[in-house]
């Protein structure tokens, strides 16, 4: 670690900082922020007002920049405009992939959008790419387990979510997870595999405990560009209006996401013969992340409730229409979920990007049809979202998709 780092990083302890960072997914979020917590970090998750967050977005940043950026750079102005926190001791975090894509310069756009109203609010990264070298989050190998596992009991817990909300309502379902969470507080620091199962099973058996459901509703998938895809005020609550039609909602984990990039980091070697320094540190991290998903895939199957689909099934079904080398954006793992999804029943799916998000534009949008013509029965509707795209349209276009709902 550089010494202007290490100095950085002491006084941001040392000075009880708080560090900002955007409602991505909120129960990933919500955990990732606990496990940071007992590290002695102040998260707070940023949860803004839909049209103040678009409104401040859309004054700092270029339109034509992406709308993610846009929206969250705009929720960060909100929370430093609101007079809450403490300006010189407060900063604001974003992950970065270091792929090619527009998302690895966001942080760029907000140092530029803070520079003259917040110059005194750094911006830091979270990424394992090496990126921001003095002002990254520092991960050694303990720091990063935690946080991937954070990642493995969120997702666990947002499927368990999405499976009980439409039968049982906001208020039980909510009571379940506050319960989990409440449990895993006490555990977070345990990392022993004994311990991370002994939650999985505290949380099945608190959804278990709920009656289960006498018929189950038609299930809608939710694929596409990751932001949108999982954040509520980035995609106008599209979770919220599909139960409220009376379905069950499917979201992909984002562990499928951070798999996919280390199968790329893999793949790049394999076509290219890059990453040579790191790939066998790549093959292990793959290897492990794999094992440790299935082992939590493997304590749900056999109850009530649906695993995620296992993640090597993805790519090699994605190859049925796109090759793995496509990569900008969420490259082939969209379509992968796409016929992944058609393949285990799931038949209504819907595609999200943002406005003018070049590459899920392809590999969204444009496989839509490759996939509806080996899997003809498959409901799919794309919809896009940007600062200006109103949410009446967007009902309105998933309604003329509800109406064909498949079951
Ligand atoms: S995937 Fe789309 S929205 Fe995301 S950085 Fe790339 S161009 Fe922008």
Redesign the pocket.
């Known amino acids: 670690m550089s010494n202007e780092r290490k100095k950085f990083f002491r006084r941001l302890a040392k000075e009880h900082y708080t560090i900002l960072i955007p409602d991505m997914c909120p129960i990933q979020i919500d955990i990732l922020s606990r496990v940071l917590a007992k590290d002695g970090m102040n998260l707070v998750v940023v949860t803004p007002l839909d049209r103040v967050a678009k409104d401040e977005g859309l004054a700092s940043i270029h339109n034509d920049a ?3 950026a846009l929206i969250t750079c705009g929720a960060f102005i909100e929370a430093l405009k609101s007079g809450k926190y403490d300006l010189h001791h407060t900063c604001v975090l974003m992950t970065q992939t270091g792929g090619g ?3 690895s310069n966001y942080i760029s756009l907000y140092r530029k959008a803070f520079e003259k109203e917040f110059p005194t609010v750094p911006v830091l990264s979270l990424n394992f790419s090496g990126l921001e070298k003095d002002y990254s989050l520092p991960i050694n190998a303990k720091r990063a387990i935690s946080l991937y596992t954070a990642v493995l009991y969120g997702d666990f817990l947002m499927n368990l979510v999405n499976q009980a909300r439409p039968y049982y309502g906001d208020e039980k379902t909510q009571e379940a997870l506050d319960d989990c969470l409440k449990n895993l507080d006490k555990q977070l620091g345990h990392l022993s595999f004994l311990q991370v199962k002994k939650n999985y099973r505290f949380f099945l058996n608190r959804f278990r405990s709920l009656e289960p459901p006498k018929e189950r509703k038609p299930r809608v998938a939710i694929v596409g ?1 990751i932001f949108v895809k999982y954040s509520p005020y980035a995609n106008n609550h599209l979770k919220d209006f599909l139960v409220r039609q009376g379905t069950e909602v499917v979201e992909p984990s984002l562990n499928e996401f951070l798999l996919y990039c280390l199968y790329n980091a893999i793949n790049d070697h394999r076509l290219y013969g890059s990453n040579k320094g790191t790939i066998a540190l790549y093959r292990f991290a793959y290897r492990k992340a794999l094992k440790l998903t299935r082992e939590a895939n493997a304590m749900v199957k056999g109850t009530r409730f649906y695993p995620f689909e296992d993640f090597e099934e993805i790519p090699h079904n994605a190859e049925e229409v796109i090759s793995t080398g496509v990569k900008m ?2 490259g082939w793992l969209i379509p992968g979920e796409m016929v992944t999804f058609s393949k285990h029943g799931v038949k209504n799916i819907v595609v999200v990007q ?1 406005f003018g ?4 534009h392809i590999v969204g949008k444009g496989m839509i049809r490759p996939v509806k013509e080996r899997y003809p029965e498959e409901n799919i509707v794309p919809l896009d979202f940007d600062a200006s795209s109103t949410q009446v349209n967007q009902e309105n276009r998933l309604k003329l998709m509800l109406a064909n709902l498949e079951k």
Do not use: D, I
């Open positions: 992406c709308y993610p894509c527009r998302a560009e954006g969420e943002p998000c070049l590459p899920n």
